[in-house]
């Protein structure tokens, strides 16, 4: 069974940071990219980052360049985002998605496999 699960979500003022969690089971990590996407309720799903199976090429939407970074651990089978110099609007649930093959993408419907998100609030 696939499972992803974020964790690490919650309420931050403007200019602070999180690190978000993913724990993929029931599919080999090793052989797929992940990413990370977020959505705001009544907007599509949008791109935030992605990292290739062998944490060589990692990529960044312009609005989160520099300030996120995208990381993983084959050995743990995690992902992670770290998200710094949040700002309102980077509110969103944020999902962790798997994609099998070695090159990511910006469209949600490249990927196989999501998890149900986890919700980050930034204050003004």
């Known amino acids: 069974q696939v499972q992803l699960v974020e964790s690490g979500g919650g309420l931050v003022q403007a200019g602070g940071s999180l690190r978000l969690s993913c724990a993929p089971s029931?599919?080999?990590?090793?052989?797929?990219?992940m990413g990370w996407f977020r959505q705001v309720p009544g907007n599509e799903r949008q791109y935030v980052a992605a990292?290739?199976?062998?944490?060589?090429?990692?990529d960044y939407a312009d609005s989160v360049k520099g300030r996120f970074t995208i990381s993983r651990d084959n050995a743990k089978n995690m992902v992670y985002l770290q998200l710094t110099s949040l700002k309102p609007e980077d509110t969103a649930v944020y999902y962790c998605a798997a994609r099998r093959g070695g090159r990511g993408s910006i469209r949600d419907s490249d990927y196989d496999y999501w998890g149900q998100g986890t919700q980050v609030t930034v204050s003004s």
């Open positions: 990292i290739s199976w062998n944490t060589i090429t990692t």
């Open positions: 029931g599919f080999t990590f090793s052989l797929y990219t």
